[in-house]
């Protein structure tokens, strides 16, 4: 098999499971944590007469805002994407590659793959918290590895649907670090019932990776008997899930988030 008929066969199944990015760096968190322990958090511990009397957990907050700001920006960059996206393109489908039209306008005329760029800062939010170096590189080459296959097979179908109009518009547009001198304003209007509907998911998986990946860092390195997790990350997972709740209700039980061709 030649090696760009690899690409492209290893392109459609990735693009098919490409949600599962984050199960597959689970197994290296934790031998991470084992090996290097990780700065999320600091113990006091009093002592006397030879044992434990009081303690307190101390959480490093830059590191918590860092990561969150990551996240929502990732966040951010989809939520324009998605307010500004026609009907059947830059969607979740995932069993097969779809594109009802040829996005070139917004965020997708500094970048090709806007969606993916924020996904990247997404997945990243997380990885931060762990605070080792070693992780936060090995994340980036599995992340650039994994959607380098997947940006591969979804050009090759837009190469084969659209011609040369996505080919005169590659030219111009950077993969995937954004440019900004070749913006040029979207066609379509802001729809925040299109964005709501499209982005809900996404916020709430961000608010729940982060909430989970500080807690199974506790879990593992966390030697005494009460688990306390982080007021900052604890309050924004229970917003996060609040919303997505009242978001889920509209998008299923109701007409509130439907807009015509979006």
């Known amino acids: 098999m030649r090696l760009v008929d690899d690409f492209k066969k290893n392109g459609d199944f990735l693009?098919?499971?490409?949600?599962?990015?984050?199960?597959?760096?689970?197994?290296?968190?934790?031998?991470?944590?084992?090996?290097?322990?990780?700065?999320?958090?600091?113990?006091?511990i009093n002592m006397g007469g030879g044992r434990l009397i009081t303690y307190d957990v101390g959480y490093n907050n830059a590191l918590i805002i860092i990561s969150l700001i990551v996240g929502l920006l990732g966040q951010g960059i989809r939520i324009l994407v998605a307010g500004f996206a026609p009907k059947d393109t830059s969607g979740r489908n995932t069993k097969e590659q779809k594109a009802a039209q040829l996005n070139t306008k917004g965020l997708y005329s500094i970048c090709r793959n806007p969606l993916y760029l924020g996904n990247f800062l997404m997945m990243l939010s997380p990885v931060i918290l762990v605070g080792n170096w070693l992780f936060i590189l090995s994340f980036i080459l599995a992340f650039w590895l994994y959607y380098e296959r997947i940006i591969y097979s979804e050009e090759s179908f837009l190469s084969e649907?659209?011609?040369?109009?996505?080919?005169?518009?590659?030219?111009?547009?950077?993969?995937?670090?954004?440019s900004f001198k070749n913006y040029q304003k979207?066609?379509?209007?802001?729809?925040?019932?299109?964005?709501?509907?499209?982005?809900?998911?996404?916020?709430?998986?961000?608010?729940?990776?982060?909430?989970?990946?500080?807690?199974?860092?506790?879990?593992?390195?966390?030697?005494?008997?009460?688990?306390?997790?982080s007021y900052i990350l604890s309050a924004f997972f229970i917003i996060c899930l609040i919303i997505y709740l009242i978001c889920l209700f509209l998008s299923k039980k109701t007409n509130v988030l439907f807009v015509s061709n979006r």
């Open 15 to 44: 693009f098919r499971y490409r949600s599962y990015l984050p199960l597959i760096l689970v197994p290296f968190l934790i031998l991470t944590l084992f090996t290097f322990g990780s700065p999320l958090y600091h113990i006091n």
């Open 161 to 178: 649907k659209f011609g040369d109009s996505y080919i005169e518009w590659c030219k111009s547009t950077p993969c995937f670090i954004p």
């Open 186 to 229: 979207s066609t379509m209007e802001f729809s925040f019932k299109s964005m709501i509907k499209r982005e809900y998911h996404s916020l709430f998986g961000l608010a729940s990776s982060l909430f989970v990946v500080h807690y199974l860092i506790i879990i593992i390195l966390f030697q005494f008997d009460v688990l306390i997790p």
